[in-house]
């Protein structure tokens, strides 16, 4: 799926789930695009031009980013160190990009290197069905927005 998809899915996501709580928003729409880093054409590798990542092994794009254990080792990192839940957002967006990038013929090994099967469906990447999805999470989004918005001010 293209980032754009990630975000508006991410932020849609983030908001249902959470409401009006930004850095919930703010962390889900984050955690949907991370796991695109270890690819040199990704959205959120662009401020990052000069640290291009190893396209072999298990750091290629789609290899171990793509897996379930970061998130798990980031939540679990965060709930050891500081006792709470508030990286659950940022691993709920990450868990929507596993899922989202399933749905690609590329897929994802989602247990790798522990399992080795692989996970993928038939959505191309940057296809009419990618971009009408995104679109309407992304209009889905601004609508509860701007209720939201519209709902505060008459408080």
């Not at 932020?11 to 009006?20: E, H, R, S, T």
């Not at 991370?34 to 031009?49: A, C, E, L, R, W």
């Not at 290629?60 to 998130?71: A, C, F, L, S, Y």
């Not at 959505?123 to 009408?132: A, E, K, N």
């Amino acid at each position: 799926m293209r980032y754009s998809t990630h975000i508006s899915t991410g932020i849609l996501a983030g908001i249902v789930l959470y409401g009006p709580n930004p850095n919930a928003i703010i962390l889900t729409g984050i955690g949907a695009v991370v796991p695109d880093i270890d690819s040199p054409y990704s959205f959120i590798n662009k401020p990052f031009t000069h640290a291009k990542p190893k396209r072999n092994g298990i750091l290629r794009h789609r290899g171990i980013m793509h897996t379930i254990w970061p998130p798990l080792l980031i939540w679990g990192a965060y709930y050891y160190f500081f006792g709470n839940n508030y990286i659950f957002p940022f691993v709920i967006g990450y868990i929507l990009h596993l899922i989202f990038d399933a749905m690609t013929p590329s897929g994802i090994k989602p247990f790798y290197p522990i399992l080795p099967f692989k996970v993928k469906g038939k959505i191309r990447t940057g296809s009419w069905v990618d971009h009408t999805f995104g679109g309407i999470c992304l209009a889905a989004f601004l609508c509860i927005a701007l209720r939201l918005i519209f709902l505060q001010s008459f408080k």
